[in-house]
């Protein structure tokens, strides 16, 4: 396959159990250049774990993860630092660095990746702490651990796309956060990926912000994707689980009890 | 694996009791086993945070942050402890020393003990306590908070950012701070033997002087190195192998200090054969 015409991010039937507990059981998906990609899925079913795996924190079984087309699983580790350069994510617990500033969690990549001189990855920092909606003024100087959880959050969020990655990860970006934030947020991503053309894959379980960010839906249900597809298509995909998630019933073919298959 | 799931599947019943020397030996195996696993990870983790201290990028700032933390916040404790030791060594050897009538050599004794032995085990192990609980537990909370991956998604590698500086402030830290405990430890001596024993301040100088060599303080400060590299690469070690939450991060921190204890002890007297035998 030539570099033009591979996607973006391309998993294989990746595996990955922890002790006897099997939690990624043969994932598939394809994310192509541009598009945004939503990952659904219940509580524990492997979301974060996918998302580890893809960034190669967290080694899986087996499978192939290709990014580019290329395959990073037997990257070098000088090569997989370069990689990292593609990349950007939103720690769903936010992962922000205590003992360091606001701005200068921010402008981290800018300063220790990019090797940016201070005084110019600060004035960037400011701007992407204004565009997550927090007040750069007041909130700068301040530790993270001075922060509301959902104003971390928006900083860890400043923080994934301050060095303009190419690739994005969001974790649950708008759990914790009201309302008008959660859709500021999500106007946010729609940007990223509109005007400076990243990839995103999100993990959410708000199907409003689903419906604003995605372009495509994947569903992820006992260590599978059971369901992909456009979002339009979400309303009728025909496939029972996707549509008692969606609309949150209780009773449907996902037992709330649903455990892991063990080895 | 087999005896792995055997042990942990089957619980023991009355007909298997024939079986208990098989299963002592399972159980043997088994722990001598993952002892030999993590000899291994351990090696392959130092190698690597080793061979990292020499590769750039380099990151001064926090380095020197780490001179300070390691070695200037401990000087406080490592003072008290050779001074304290200098002056209980002068004491205790005056009292054996007059039943032979051989009060001469307690001078000698002082600055021997104190540069060979005493002043960098007991600094090993009391900056153990100090700096390699902190750097396991600081590096275990990271590791819990998801911090270490943000560093790895953020393109910078943990091994130099937050490894080599620790260990290489260790290693060259320790010996300067064994180094003033050396001096104090021996002033200690000379304040007992002076102001308690009755030692005249010259003559107590003088055989100090006579006795002590250069190859006496250089090999307690070689020791001081290797002890302060053990410190750090435990604390560094068990912090980023942190088990999950509060309790994973106590257990790391504990480890650290045990392990680095030990480990000072085992090279303290390995150290000490090849220096002197
Ligand atoms: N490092 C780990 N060690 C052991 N088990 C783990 C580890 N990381 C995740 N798991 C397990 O893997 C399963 C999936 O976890 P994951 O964090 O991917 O869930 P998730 O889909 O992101 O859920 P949520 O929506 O609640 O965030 C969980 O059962 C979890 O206990
Ligand atoms: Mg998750």
Redesign the pocket.
């Known amino acids: 396959m030539s570099k033009a015409t591979s996607p973006k991010i391309e998993l294989s039937d990746i595996k ?1 159990s ?2 006897s ?1 099997i ?1 990624l059981d043969g994932v598939d998906l394809t994310v192509n250049k541009g598009e945004s990609m939503v990952i659904i ?12 795996c893809i960034l190669g924190l ?1 080694h899986p079984d087996s499978g192939s993860v290709k990014i580019d087309g290329q395959e990073t699983l037997d990257l070098r580790a000088q090569e997989r630092d370069q990689m990292m350069k593609k990349f950007g994510m939103l720690f ?1 617990g936010g992962a922000l660095f205590d003992s360091m500033p606001i701005w200068e969690n921010v402008a981290f990549g800018l300063i220790q990746g990019q090797k940016m001189e201070r005084g110019q990855a600060r004035t960037i920092a400011l701007q992407k702490i204004e565009q997550v909606g927090l007040a750069a003024k007041t909130v700068a100087d301040l530790y993270p651990a001075e922060l509301s959880g959902g104003m971390q959050k928006r900083v860890s969020l400043a923080r994934a796309i301050a060095t303009s990655p190419e690739i994005i990860f969001f ?2 970006p708008t759990t914790g956060l009201d309302p008008i934030m959660a859709d500021v947020i999500n106007e946010l991503i729609v940007d990223c990926v509109k005007d400076l053309g990243a990839t995103a894959l999100t ?1 959410t ?1 708000d199907m409003a912000s689903v419906r604003k960010i995605a372009d495509h839906v994947a569903m ?1 249900y006992e260590g599978k994707i059971i369901w992909t597809g456009p979002v339009a298509e979400l309303d009728n995909s025909g496939n029972d689980y996707v549509d008692q998630f969606i609309r949150g019933r209780g009773t449907g073919p996902i037992n709330k009890h649903a455990g ?1 298959k063990t080895v | 694996m087999v005896t792995m799931s055997h042990i942990s599947s089957t619980p023991l019943k009355s007909g298997q009791i024939l079986n208990l020397p098989r299963l002592i030996c399972q159980i043997v195996g088994h722990s001598i086993l993952g002892f030999l696993r993590s000899i291994g990870a351990l090696s392959l983790f130092v190698g690597r945070a080793t061979a990292h201290c020499f590769m750039p990028p380099f990151f001064p700032r926090l380095t020197l942050r780490q001179f300070i933390d390691i070695g200037y916040y401990s000087l406080p404790v490592v003072g008290m402890t050779a001074l304290f030791t200098g002056m209980v060594l002068a004491l205790q050897s005056y009292t054996g020393f007059t039943r032979f009538n051989a009060e001469g050599a307690v001078a000698g004794v002082v600055a021997l003990s104190v540069t060979r032995e005493l002043a960098p085990v007991l600094a090993g192990l009391m900056v153990a306590g100090r700096v390699g609980a902190s750097i396991a537990a600081e590096i275990g909370t990271m590791r819990v908070t998801e911090q270490i991956d943000a560093l790895v998604t953020l393109s910078v590698n943990p091994f130099k950012y937050l490894i080599a500086p620790r260990l290489i402030a260790g290693t060259l830290m320790l010996p300067l701070l064994v180094l003033i405990g050396d001096i104090i430890g021996i002033y200690g001596g000379y304040i007992v033997g002076v102001y308690n024993l009755g030692f005249s301040s010259g003559n107590y100088i003088e055989q100090t002087w006579d006795i002590l060599e250069r190859m006496d303080v250089i090999s307690g400060l070689i020791k001081a190195a290797v002890f302060g590299f053990i410190v750090s690469a435990m604390g560094c070690y068990h912090g980023f192998n942190s088990g ?1 939450g509060a309790q994973g991060v106590g257990t790391a921190t504990t480890y650290a200090v045990v392990s680095a204890s030990i480990l000072i002890l085992v090279f303290n007297y390995i150290l000490t054969e090849v220096f002197f035998s």
């Not at chain 1, 079913?45 to 580890?52: D, F």
Request: aromatic residues 8%; without cysteine.
């Open positions: 990955k922890f002790g507990k939690v899925g219940g509580s524990g079913s492997g979301k974060s774990v996918t998302l580890k967290i769903q974790d649950e993990i379980h992820i892991f | 999950r």
